[in-house]
């Protein structure tokens, strides 16, 4: 998500220093965009940069920062420009160090019982002003190309291929464990349905991205891939019922649980549909 930011808009000093090291994965970087209050709506984000001399002060909250506290560096959409007669025009993207003084890292426990999710506060919190990405308050526009990456990627053919396999492969166990003829063939021909729709995602992927990348089609690439995704999880739980219906089972129940939230983060698949319908079909 951040290399392609940094490589078209970043300075020569921020290409240096942070492209080989995500290339490598020496450092981890999360997302701080979404704040409370400001999810789908993500432009109407408070968390504020003052400029003083040649740092920023930045004071405000994020939510759902995923792996944050892992993350060694946080890129944030702060508001730059609180007077800016658009809200979009008054955001900037900044690379924040999360070893800085002043920024508190909470954790939030998900359904699923996992800890992925975070709160991360800034309390004065002094960033260089070289961490600016780009130009001050052109910030939305980057967040928006760095969206396009993201959602693209969230489509996730290969995980969707690898739960299609998983079906498969349970297809065949429950065949050796007796199971009714017509059950399996309920099984086979709603896997083949979710394949068939997953290989138009994976061609129509391809044919995005094969030469010229047209990132404006990624909202559909993102809702669809939620789709099927939630599709087979959904199945693959079914299958093992009523093993997957139990709390205790595990990665299962966790794996469904989790499952739901892809149409969410990235943002929601009806937030996708908007943004089609204005940017692609110009329903708006
Ligand atoms: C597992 C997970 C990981 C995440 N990781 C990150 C992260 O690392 N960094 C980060 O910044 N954020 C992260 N997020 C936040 C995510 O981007 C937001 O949850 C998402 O954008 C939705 O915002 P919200 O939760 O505030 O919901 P809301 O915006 O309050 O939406 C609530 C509901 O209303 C619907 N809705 C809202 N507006 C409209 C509209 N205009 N038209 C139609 N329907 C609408 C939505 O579709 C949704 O169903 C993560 C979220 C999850 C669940």
């Known amino acids: 998500m951040l290399g392609p930011v940094i490589i ?3 300075s020569d ?3 240096e220093y942070f492209l080989p090291k995500l290339l490598n994965a020496d450092i981890q970087v999360c997302q701080g ?11 109407s984000l408070k968390t504020s940069a003052v400029r003083e001399g040649d740092e920023y002060v930045v004071n405000g909250q994020k939510i759902w920062t995923s792996q944050a506290h892992y993350s060694d560096w946080v890129f944030c959409l702060v ?10 025009a008054g955001i900037s993207f900044l690379l924040i160090d999360l070893k800085t003084p ?12 996992r800890h992925s999710l975070n709160e991360v506060f800034f309390d004065n919190v002094r960033v260089p002003a070289t961490n600016l990405v780009g130009e001050e308050n052109k910030g939305w526009d980057y967040a928006k190309f760095l969206l396009g990456h993201e959602r693209a990627y969230i489509a996730g053919i290969g995980r969707n291929k690898e739960r299609v396999a998983c079906a498969r492969a349970l297809l ?11 059950t399996l063939a309920a099984y086979r021909s709603q896997i083949a349905l979710i394949e068939a729709d997953l290989h138009a995602l994976e061609v129509t992927q391809f044919r995005m991205h094969g ?3 047209d990132m404006k089609l990624s909202p559909m690439l993102k809702a669809r891939g939620s789709e099927i995704f939630q599709a087979i999880t959904d199945l693959i739980c079914r299958m093992t019922a009523p093993a997957s219906l139990r709390a205790d089972t595990g990665s299962l129940t966790k794996s469904y649980l989790y499952s739901r939230a892809v149409s969410i983060f990235g943002g929601s698949t009806e937030v996708q549909k908007n943004i089609l319908s204005a940017t692609v079909l110009d329903l708006s």
């Not at 965009?33 to 999810?39: I, R, T, V, Y």
């Not at 508001?79 to 979009?88: F, G, I, L, S």
Request: avoid cysteine; hydrophobic fraction near 30%.
């Open 8 to 10: 078209h808009f970043g």
């Open 79 to 88: 508001r730059t420009d609180a007077n800016a007669v658009k809200k979009q």
């Open 211 to 213: 030469g010229h990348a």
């Open 33 to 43: 965009f979404s704040e409370p209050g400001s999810g789908s709506d993500l432009a």
């Open 13 to 15: 000093a921020q290409r």
């Open 102 to 113: 002043g920024v508190t890292v909470r954790p939030i426990i998900s359904i699923d019982g």
């Open 172 to 182: 065949q166990t429950l065949e050796g464990e007796g199971y009714p003829a017509s």
